[in-house]
Structure formats: structure tokens, C-alpha cells
């Protein structure tokens, strides 16, 4: 079976699909961003009226992020600690890879799921990262 979930603490997605589908015992998220949900404004990100960057904040697109994934998590009635597998998009891999480092050992101190680091050029909102969750949702035996 197969369920579709939309979680409405969740900012919206930016296409026609949902936050999160469920197959089985595994959750598949759709790609998150840091996007705020009831603004949808992006953490840390000033741009001037004609469109320029005015004030970037990678930390704050980090901490958003994670959030915006616990919130998906949750509307499908799973824990932080059933991520089994996570891809990471940087549109700068040179100048993110080790602030995101850092700040995901806060999230997971003990290690985490599995993870793979992608940089890539451009993401369809003007965010600098987007990350694509896997979850175990089965009994644990």
C-alpha cells in the first residue's frame, strides 16, 4: 500500500507532490528545504529590492532544514531516529560541506543514518540546501 502524506507544518512543496509517501516499512521524504513554513521565506536570506543578495546564512538554512524534516517526520508519526538513509544537496559544496558537517553532528551525535553529499548547481527556490530522507517505519524486531 501505498500513502501519500502532507504535513501541514511543513512548508509547501514547491511542485505537485507530497511531503512524504509511505510504502511498507519505509517513509520516503520528498526533498526539504529550509523554506519557513508559515512565511515561506528562506532563514537567513535578505535580498535587496532589485533581487541581490543582501544578508546569507548558511547556519540558519541548516537548523531550518532539519526542523522542516522532524516536522514531515512527525505528520507520519515517525521519530528523528528512524532516518535510515539521507542525500544532501549544496549548491556550494566548497564553501558548505564542513558548516553542514559541523552542524549535523549536533543532530546526531552518535552517529546517524547514512548519508551522501551531492553539490549541485541550483535548487528551484533560492535555498542552499535540500535534503531527500529516508525512514524505517516497521517494527523493529
Not at 516499512?25 to 541581490?52: A, C, H, M, Q, Y
Not at 541548516?62 to 544532501?88: M, Q, Y
Not at 549536533?106 to 535540500?130: H, N
Request: charged content about 20%; overall charge positive; hydrophobic content about 40%.
Amino acid at each position: 500500500m501505498k500513502k501519500q502524506i502532507h504535513a501541514s507544518s511543513a512548508p509547501r512543496p514547491v511542485g505537485a507532490y507530497p511531503h512524504a509517501r509511505r510504502v511498507g516499512d519505509l517513509l520516503f521524504l520528498s526533498g526539504i528545504g529550509p523554506r519557513d513554513p508559515k512565511t515561506n521565506e528562506v532563514p537567513g536570506l535578505k535580498r535587496t529590492p532589485s533581487g541581490n543578495f543582501e544578508a546569507f546564512d548558511f547556519e540558519a538554512q541548516c537548523h531550518a532544514v532539519f526542523a522542516n524534516v522532524k516536522s514531515v517526520l512527525e505528520a507520519c508519526g515517525a521519530s528523528w531516529d528512524a532516518l535510515v538513509d539521507i542525500t544532501v544537496f549544496l549548491t556550494d559544496m566548497q564553501r558548505d560541506f564542513h558548516t553542514f558537517n559541523r552542524i549535523y553532528a549536533q543532530y546526531f551525535p552518535k552517529g546517524g543514518p547514512c548519508r551522501t553529499t551531492v553539490g549541485i548547481s541550483a535548487l528551484p527556490t533560492p535555498i542552499a540546501i535540500e535534503l531527500k530522507c529516508i525512514a524505517w517505519v516497521g517494527d523493529e524486531k
